[in-house]
């Protein structure tokens, strides 16, 4: 026989799973619903095709673009598991955010030059385990409201337009890696999702990519 305080704590804890379920996978949906929105708002793509990464985790979008040499964009949207009551506080401590990653590609040769700007923190990893040849790099460090970032090059050309993106954000913060990446010819952004700058973070993002098509 199970013990009758063992036999209510286990009906407490399905309860809890079971509310927890229904309240975050509506929260991941309403959040999934929200980003789509806003990229397809913005970037105005004239195809698009997504595949849902698991039921309630998050999407993988290609969204083709207007502009002949900015051909399309690829985001992945991955959230945190708030449908998990007993997952999701390990999460936190593990993912600790939303995160896009949104990568423009080009169909002409437009990235010509190597630059990356990382938060500071940003990755729980060593740089080198991030970026390849890092220690071959010329590394600085820029401060952009009050946001520490390690800036890497190869010649230094890039920094100035990476910076310059980031001030013209709301949350400078809010992004993790912003990359021009000369090796498959594209800009990488890896950012956190917070909705009430992510349009700002789609816009501005879409008007770096312009200024290299």
């Known amino acids: 026989m199970v013990p009758l ?10 309860a809890i799973a079971v509310l927890q379920f229904f309240r ?36 993988r979008a290609v969204l083709w673009l207007r ?3 900015l051909s399309r964009a690829e985001a992945t949207v991955l959230l945190m598991p708030r449908y998990s009551a007993f997952y999701y506080p ?21 990235i010509t030059s190597e630059a990356h700007l ?9 740089l080198h385990k991030v970026v390849r040849d890092c220690d071959r790099m010329v590394r600085s460090e820029v401060v952009v409201k009050g946001v520490r970032f390690v800036a890497l090059s190869r010649d230094g050309k890039g920094v100035g337009r990476l910076v310059r993106f980031l001030e013209s954000l709301e949350r400078p913060e809010d992004v993790v890696h912003v990359a021009l990446v000369p090796q498959n010819n594209s ?19 879409y008007r770096l990519a312009q200024s290299f098509a």
């Open 67 to 69: 502009r002949k040499n």
């Open 5 to 14: 305080d063992l036999f209510l704590l286990i009906v407490a804890l399905s």
């Open 118 to 126: 990382i938060r500071v923190g940003g990755y729980r990893r060593p």
């Open 187 to 205: 800009i990488y952004i890896f950012a956190r999702i917070d909705p009430d700058t992510f349009a700002n973070l789609v816009e501005r993002s």
């Open 24 to 59: 975050g996978r509506r929260q991941n949906l309403v959040l999934m619903k929200f980003t789509v929105e806003t990229l397809e708002k913005v970037l105005a793509p004239v195809d698009k095709v997504y595949q849902l990464v698991g039921l309630y985790v998050g999407y």
């Open 90 to 110: 390990i999460s936190k401590l593990v993912n600790r955010f939303d995160r896009i990653y949104l990568t423009y590609w080009f169909s002409r040769p437009a």
